[in-house]
T-cell receptor
Framework: GENVEQHPSTLSVQEGDSAVIKCTYS??????FPWYKQELGKRPQLIID?????GEKKDQRIAVTLNKTAKHFSLHITETQPEDSAVYFC???????????FGGGTRVLVKP | NAGVMQNPRHLVRRRGQEARLRCSPM?????VYWYRQLPEEGLKFMVY????????ESGMPKERFSAEFPKEGPSILRIQQVVRGDSAAYFC???????????FGQGTRLTVV
């Protein structure tokens, strides 16, 4: 089955700096890679996703890149703000019948 | 279109009792996933269901845990004879088809006393 590794487990950045979170996956058949943000005590919320036929996707201050050959994908947050502080999870899923597999999470702290 | 609805939000059970957690997926979604999350930890996959079918239950303990998603009504995660180690947040997510956006419910926080 799919295995997703996520690094780092914690990330502390100064407000205004960039944050980068990296994930690797094991199943070359995986074709959909979402990212979720979870604030304390709340549900995980989808913030951006990418499919295997696309190398990069941007949405305002958030971007995701995918390298299918190397089987890794990354989340980039630019101009970080205190409200970006949360736990971020990457995930991967493949063909129909495959579950959504999550990485272990990255706790991001943006210091004002 | 209401989001994924889970109830109850909080559930307290004594050791040995049964816990029933309910999840109503978003309208038009036929895929449901259940995840367990311990405090300060990640989302651990439990079971993946489609209407009336269990697709993958590889993350669910073989004893005491069961799940269903009937043709009519919500998906149910059932935990029999609960133990303290079952205390966690249980999240349900739904998607329209397998490899599309999955949206999470607010979770059920189970406390076993």
């Amino acid at each position: 089955g799919e295995n997703v590794e996520q690094h780092p487990s914690t990330l502390s950045v100064q407000e205004g700096d960039s944050a980068v979170i990296k994930c690797t996956y094991s199943d070359s058949a995986s074709n959909y890679f979402p990212w979720y943000k979870q604030e304390l005590g709340k549900r995980p919320q989808l913030i951006i996703d990418i499919r295997s036929n696309v190398g990069e996707k941007k949405d305002q201050r958030i971007a995701v890149t995918l390298n299918k050959t190397a089987k890794h994908f990354s989340l980039h947050i630019t101009e970080t703000q205190p409200e970006d502080s949360a736990v971020y999870f990457c995930a991967a899923t493949g063909a129909a019948g495959n579950k959504l597999t999550f990485g272990g999470g990255t706790r991001v702290l943006v210091k004002p | 279109n209401a989001g994924v609805m889970q109830n109850p939000r909080h559930l307290v059970r004594r050791r040995g009792q049964e816990a029933r957690l309910r999840c109503s997926p978003m309208k038009g979604h036929s895929h449901v996933y259940w995840y367990r999350q311990l405090p300060e930890e990640g989302l651990k996959f439990m079971v993946y269901l489609q209407k009336e079918n269990i697709i993958d239950e590889s993350g669910m303990p073989k004893e005491r845990f069961s799940a269903e998603f009937p043709k009519e009504g919500p998906s149910i995660l059932r935990i029999q004879q609960v133990v303290r180690g079952d205390s966690a947040a249980y999240f349900c997510a739904s998607s329209r088809i397998a490899d599309t956006e999955a949206f999470f419910g607010q979770g059920t926080r189970l406390t076993v006393v």
